[in-house]
């Protein structure tokens, strides 16, 4: 197991005089929710690729950081919320890393950073794939592909897809369920499965 983690939940001054959420409060609720996760959360962080000493850095970062946003409201969701925070945390790590002294390099072609273009390829590749999932949307019927167009494309909930078509929520699903399953045996060319009908 784990040592104890040193919670540095301690309540900043500003915080006390503001009369926002107590430090017995935020570490009650530390001790209560935000503990018994440190198990799958540093499970989380090792598989980010870091070092041992570096993934017990990141969860004290992550603590820190949890416990700052808690004096102004504890989180409903604490699994969430701490994941959600180290997974920012990783995210800013990475940033940081990328980001080279401009002084330390002459020529900024040197540094061959990848630039957010796609090739040329990558770009023929999208384009044949595009056209080979409108093609697979053309054959499917007409409610299976409506409840995919405005899911996936137009990114409409269920309930909102359910009262624009005037249809029943679990008809919706089972649409896109449907369509979904149809469209992967499309674009995969695999053989339909008698059992499911679109």
């Known amino acids: 197991m784990v040592e ?6 301690s309540e900043p001054a500003a915080r006390a005089a503001s009369g926002a959420i107590s430090a017995p409060e935020v570490k009650a609720w530390f001790v209560r929710e935000v503990l018994p996760l440190e198990a799958a959360l540093v499970q989380f962080l090792n598989r980010s690729g870091r070092s041992k000493s570096e993934v017990e850095d990141l969860r004290q970062d992550v603590y820190m950081r949890v416990c700052a946003a808690a004096y102004n409201e504890i989180p409903r ?9 180290a997974r920012n945390l990783l ?3 990475v940033r940081h890393e990328q ?3 401009i002084e330390s390099v002459e020529n900024l072609d040197v540094l061959n950073i990848a630039i957010d273009e796609p090739t040329a390829d990558r770009v023929v590749i999208a384009r044949e794939e595009l056209h080979k999932l409108q093609a697979a949307l053309s054959k499917l019927p007409e409610r299976l592909r409506e409840a995919i167009v405005l899911q996936k494309i137009e990114g409409l909930s269920v309930r909102e897809i359910a009262d624009r078509t005037g249809v029943a929520e679990r008809t919706v699903e089972r649409s896109l369920a449907d369509g979904v399953r149809a469209l992967a045996d499309i674009v995969l060319r695999a053989p339909p499965d008698p059992r499911r009908s679109p």
């Not at 104890?4 to 939940?9: I, L």
């Not at 604490?78 to 925070?85: E, G, I, L, Q």
């Open 4 to 9: 104890t983690p040193d919670t540095n939940c």
């Open 77 to 85: 969701q604490t699994k969430s919320f701490v994941f959600k925070a």
């Open 99 to 101: 980001i080279v002294s």
């Open 91 to 93: 995210i800013d790590r």
